[in-house]
């Protein structure tokens, strides 16, 4: 993986667990690049015979223009978070906004053609509405600035709410998903009030802590909750999958990255 800070990944633990179990040599690294560099980390994969990367902030969006290939989520969510190598060339891979929509699914979340309120317009913010839309949802965004709503929203045929309208939004759809940064800077900050619950269910995004006060809340309420480690594992699992063509075990994946969530 290319980021830069790269120092708190938990993708290199997840992914070596993975590898060892399926006795799969490889190994999966953490590289701090910085953004000049990225062209040249990109072309030491190949020279390395290397079976990709993943990108993560500040690369995600700067790749788009390295690949030869693009996936059509890759594309539409205009950014690259898993590289491949295919015979010395680079197909651009997003493998987030389905890595989202697993981690609803192993929760039991059908989305269908239910309302879903998204909180937040920024990068994850569009894997989560690009995912979302696909299963077939009516998506609002609501984001402290309105007009990046509205763009994001156009973008994705959503709807853009207004904060005055947010309330009653939230308190009318099935789910509700937190992709702001809010539960990540203080653990007992919430972005919403804390009887704004939809009806079913309530998704952060954040997992630094796993239980943000959004979902603490949701629960002690009997929504059902869905922490942001299982974006995190299966949009490895996802990445894993393309490189490997094998299945990587989740329930593996996920204990390795617990275990260094549990330390820090
Ligand atoms: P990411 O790639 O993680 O989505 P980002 O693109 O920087 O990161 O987006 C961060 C999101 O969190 C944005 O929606 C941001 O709102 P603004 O567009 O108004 O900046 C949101 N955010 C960050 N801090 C926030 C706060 N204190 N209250 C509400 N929203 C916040």
Aim: aromatic letters at 6%.
């Amino acid at each position: 993986m290319f980021a830069h800070p790269a120092k708190h990944s938990l993708s290199p633990v997840m992914h070596n667990a993975a590898l060892e179990l399926l006795g799969l040599e490889a190994q999966y690294e953490a590289r701090d690049v910085i953004p000049e560099a990225l062209k040249s980390a990109l072309e030491q994969l190949v020279i390395s015979g290397a079976w990709g990367c993943n990108l993560s902030i500040p690369h995600k969006e700067a790749a788009l223009t390295q690949m030869h290939h693009l996936s059509p989520q890759a594309q539409a969510i205009g950014a690259v978070n898993t590289v491949l190598v295919k015979n010395g060339f680079f197909e651009g891979h997003n493998t987030d906004a389905d890595g989202f929509m697993r981690s609803l699914e192993e929760a039991g979340v059908r989305v269908g053609q239910t309302s879903v309120v998204v909180l937040g317009a920024g990068g994850a913010a569009r894997a989560v509405v690009y995912g979302l839309k696909h299963a077939g949802a009516e998506v609002l965004i609501w984001n402290r600035s309105f007009p990046r709503a509205e763009s994001l929203a156009q973008e994705f045929q959503a709807r853009a709410i207004e904060t005055s309208e947010l309330p009653a939004s939230i308190q009318n759809a099935a789910g509700l998903v937190n992709t702001t940064s809010v539960g990540l800077e203080n653990p007992d900050d919430s972005p919403i009030a804390d009887d704004w619950l939809p009806q079913d269910w309530v998704c952060d995004i954040v997992y630094r802590p796993l239980e943000t006060r959004l979902l603490r809340v949701a629960k002690a309420a009997k929504r059902r909750t869905i922490d942001g480690l299982g974006m995190l594992v299966y949009q490895g699992a996802n990445a894993f999958e393309l490189w490997t063509g094998q299945s990587p075990d989740i329930k593996v994946m996920r204990q390795a990255a617990m275990a260094v969530l549990e330390k820090l």
